[in-house]
């Protein structure tokens, strides 16, 4: 096992003490009984004043969410753990995802820490080379395809047209 993924079981594991996201929210979400617990700590980041900035802007109340304390540094955290959470109680092997950044790192590390293969979709030399990076790091396959992202969109239906054993489609 990569150090990579070694630290997403390890963060994973260490969320559990926490009450997690995605039951804290339940009545909100499309939740079942047989929906499975998932968490690499996402949520509750800070909310920080910003005097400076919001006395500038004429607004001395302003606050700033620091969503790039979620695990994979981006908000897309937040519902990627749904999906992967929704895809696992559908019995699916695999995931799959079109992406030009954070969808591709947050898929990866929630697919890594669910035991899910992960495919990810992007238009070359479109994707932020840092979270390219991540998702590799978190055993993400990676298909570049020449495009746009919605060229690597329809690439994704058309594989999950193809069925079901090719993944599960995540659209964030």
């Known amino acids: 096992m990569s150090d990579v993924l070694r630290h997403l079981r390890q963060q994973q594991t260490e969320s559990e003490a926490r009450p997690r996201l995605i039951h804290r929210y339940a009545s909100f979400l499309p939740l079942t009984e047989a929906t499975p ?3 690499l700590g996402e ?5 920080v ?10 607004t001395p109340e302003l606050y700033l969410k620091l969503e790039g304390c979620n695990p994979t540094g981006s908000f897309k955290d937040r ?15 695999a995931i799959v995802c079109a992406s030009t950044g954070n969808t591709s790192a947050s898929a990866a590390a929630y697919g890594a ?4 293969e992960t495919i990810v979709v992007l238009p070359v030399g479109r994707i932020a080379s840092g979270k390219l990076v991540q998702a590799q790091l978190a055993g993400a396959r990676v298909v570049g395809i020449d495009g746009s992202f919605d060229d690597a969109l329809r690439v994704v239906r058309d594989l999950v047209d193809q069925g079901p054993a090719l993944g599960h489609p995540l659209t964030l």
């Open 37 to 39: 617990p998932l968490s």
């Open 43 to 47: 949520g509750a980041t800070p909310l």
């Open 49 to 58: 004043q910003a005097r400076n900035l919001g006395r500038r802007l004429g």
């Open 79 to 93: 519902g990627m753990v749904v999906a992967v959470a929704k895809a696992l109680e559908s019995g699916a092997r």
């Open 113 to 116: 820490a669910a035991g899910l």
